[in-house]
Each structure stands twice: as C-alpha cells, then as structure tokens.
C-alpha cells in the first residue's frame, strides 16, 4: 500500500519554475516506479515522466522534455518534479502517481494516485 501527497503547486509566470513534490508513505516505496500525469481543464489525463524505483532511468513527454526533471530519494521517500521555463499550456492539476508496473503507470492506470495539486502559468 503507498498514500501519496502532492505539494508544490502555485501560480507563477510563464518562463518560470516551480518544483513539485510528492510525499510517500508505505513499504513499497524502494519497489515502485512512479511518475507524475496532468490533467488541463477539458482535455484528458496525459502521462509527464516517469522514474523507476533505482531512479536510474526516466521517461518524460514529447512536450516537457527538456525543460522538466523527474528525481526521487529512496530513503526520505520522496519524488520531485523540476520545471522550468513553464508555458501557459503547462497549466494543469498534477498528480502523483506509483505502480509496481510501469507499463500500466504510462498507461494512466497506475494502482495509487495523489490527490493532485494545482500549476498555473500565466501568459
């Protein structure tokens, strides 16, 4: 079983950064890939990034690569997201998700999911 909680979220200008966190609590925590999704108002739920449970690999969306960094740490159970240079069209609830399999994490059907927390980016 893994709880997670999302913090980090705001408002900032487009240009910008924001970190997001995610706070893990449960056993599994070593054992789970994890990963973040978004949601903008009116479009569907899209796969961000994804980090692997030794954090040694990472995946990201077409459309944040570069400018976004998946990290984790093991001990303090923990995971963040680094984004920078944000775009309005990065606006959206991000959640933090984890799943033993990461090809059901992509797939937007990971088995624990945050309660989310919101980023705004300002044009």
């Known amino acids: 079983q893994v709880q997670l909680v999302e913090s980090g979220g705001g408002l900032v200008q487009a240009g910008g950064s924001l970190r997001l966190s995610c706070e893990a609590s449960?056993?599994?925590?070593?054992?789970?890939?994890m990963g973040w999704f978004r949601q903008a108002p009116g479009k569907e739920r899209e796969f961000v990034s994804l980090?692997?449970?030794?954090?040694?690999?990472?995946d990201y969306a077409h459309s944040v690569k570069g400018r976004f960094t998946i990290s984790r740490d093991n001990a303090k159970t923990t995971m963040s997201l680094q984004m920078n240079s944000l775009k309005p069209e990065d606006t959206a609830v991000y959640y933090c998700?984890?799943?033993?399999?990461?090809?059901?994490?992509?797939?937007?059907?990971?088995?624990?999911w945050g309660q989310g927390t919101q980023v705004t980016v300002s044009s």
């Open positions: 998700v984890a799943d033993l399999l990461s090809r059901r994490l992509v797939a937007g059907k990971a088995v624990y």
């Open positions: 449960g056993s599994t925590f070593s054992r789970v890939d």
């Open positions: 980090i692997t449970p030794s954090g040694r690999r990472t």
